[in-house]
Nanobody
Framework: QVQLVESGGGLVEAGGSLTLSCEVS????????MRWYRQSPGKERELVAS???????TYAEPVKGRFTISRDNGALTGYLRMNNLRPEDTGTYYC??????????????WGQGTHVTVSS
């Protein structure tokens, strides 16, 4: 069984920083892409950043230059470093993994989310 567990959310003042972590566990053959989504109050879930198996990164326009996605393949962990946070970054952040488990079809797996609140 594949599990993704996020951590690192919390309350921070505008201009501050947080680093989110996403630990993957289970019988994993390969983690392909890893992604971070967020859902802000009253809005649909949106893709924030992604990183391919080879390390290629993409970012949503509102977070470019402020957020950095990374991964530690050996530790089966993904990260989202968020700098210069703004109140509009408030929301629940979800980790998503395109994962190939051992003996099971490749698919998308989600964490339970970690909440970030940025005060003005």
């Amino acid at each position: 069984q594949v599990q993704l567990v996020e951590s690192g959310g919390g309350l921070v003042e505008a201009g501050g920083s947080l680093t989110l972590s996403c630990e993957v566990s289970g019988n994993i053959m390969n983690i392909n892409a890893m992604r971070w989504y967020r859902q802000s109050p009253g809005k649909e879930r949106e893709l924030v950043a992604s990183i391919s198996g080879g390390g290629w990164t993409t970012y949503a326009e509102p977070v470019k230059g402020r957020f950095t996605i990374s991964r530690d393949n050996g530790a089966l962990t993904g990260y989202l470093r968020m700098n210069n946070l703004r109140p509009e970054d408030t929301g629940t952040y979800y980790c998503n993994g395109d994962i190939t488990p051992i003996g099971i079809m490749r698919g998308d797996f989600w964490g339970q989310g970690t909440h970030v609140t940025v005060s003005s």
